[in-house]
């Protein structure tokens, strides 16, 4: 009996390229899934309120940093609070994710863009009459500014800080808000909605309630957020960008402007 040989013979490109596709689909859902989960732990700043609540969960930039990650269903994972300097320590340090507020100069670390802008500005008590109409013109007057406000602030001032021999930076910002007001100091350096708020809260414990004269000397200040990985950095850039696209995003600055923030919970 003859026995005849056939021969197989089939193209193996297709079902290589349909392997390779599917495991690429695959690979790729897994990310996303990965991206999906993932939690991202932030430090701040201690005394930025009402932007972020150091003792329950809100405050402008808290709700609009939720907000992004919940939109790019990232989660928010735990904010640790301290003086300027040790929050930008934690982070490079990679004991945190990312900072909140990170100066443009943060070597080392990743930028995302500006979730939001501050408005520094000079305060000093009306009845003073000082005459400040320039940056040079602080010089000539005690000045205290919230701590590493000279990275925050532009060259200018940077450069004056250096040499203004009454000039100090102190962390808490509700304590300058207390020396304008006692008189301790001729001027102040801070954010507008934190003088405003600080000014509110402490409304009791100022004997003087006197009229106060705001100078704006000082471009606005992006407030960027600084990753000491570029692919958490890329996750939160991409979730303030879908943010800003949104109503939602508006809504949340014309909330705060009315002092109308979503405290969510206590924090033990």
Known sequence: MKHTQYKISFNIKPILLGFLACFSFVLANEV???????????????NIEPYFFV?????????????????????LGE???????????????????????????SYGLFLTQSLIDYQNSVFFLTKNKLKIDTIQDL????????????????????????THKNYNEIASQQNQVLMLFSERIQAIILERQIFDYYRNQLSDRIKFPYEVTQVILFDQSPRYIACHDPDTTVLVDEAISQLKQTNQYQQILLNAEQGNYKLTEQIK
């Open 32 to 46: 996303t899934l990965a991206a999906e989960d993932k939690t991202i732990n932030f430090a701040t700043s201690s």
């Open 55 to 75: 003792d329950k969960k809100g405050g402008l930039q808290y709700e609009l940093l939720n907000a992004a990650l919940e939109m790019s269903h990232l989660q």
């Open 79 to 105: 904010i640790t609070f301290a003086t300027n300097r040790r929050a930008l320590r934690l982070v490079k340090t990679k004991n945190i994710d990312c900072l909140i507020n990170a100066p443009s100069n």
């Open 139 to 162: 010089k000539h007057y005690s000045l205290i500014g919230f701590q590493n406000a000279d990275h925050f602030l532009g060259e200018e001032f940077f450069d004056l800080s250096k």
